[in-house]
């Protein structure tokens, strides 16, 4: 009688981290391309681009800043799946897995008011627990 999707992700937890890891990647290279063309096409001095005159070392190629921006991104998708961790735990695996709406307050079963999918609360503990952002309950 009651037919639910097989639990999963959310696929906005999927697509933050995603976009949080290579966002900066992305970002750098855009940056990095912009730069190039305009040294190329002769619009932008290489002297511009010179630290020596501020810090008193020599020039840093722009590559070298790439292994930062890749830090920055892999940091930003590890504070982002922390803090789903953390909501997923203070709602006890009660969080749509679609939209990750808090559903503790509802029916054991349902239908999300947020996107409308139905689940159920062991579905959604047990989804959670796979994916490994809900801790297993400890065993009495």
Not at 30 to 46: E, M, S
């Amino acid at each position: 009688m009651f037919n639910e999707p097989k639990a999963r992700i959310p696929r906005l937890v999927v697509r933050w981290q995603l976009a949080l890891t290579l966002g900066p990647m992305v970002a750098f290279s855009v940056f990095y391309a912009a730069i190039v063309v305009l040294v190329w096409f002769g619009w932008l001095d290489l002297k511009w681009l010179s630290f020596s005159k501020v810090f008193g070392f020599a020039r840093i190629p722009l590559s070298a800043a790439l292994p930062a921006f890749m830090l920055v991104g892999f940091l930003l998708a590890r504070w982002y799946i922390r803090s789903v961790r953390r909501r997923v735990a203070a709602a006890e695996g009660r969080l749509c897995t679609h939209c990750c709406y808090d559903l503790s307050a509802l029916a054991e079963q349902g239908v999300c008011p947020e996107c409308g999918i139905a689940y159920s609360m062991a579905a959604l503990r047990q989804a959670w627990t796979e994916s490994k952002l809900l801790a297993d309950p400890p065993v009495l």
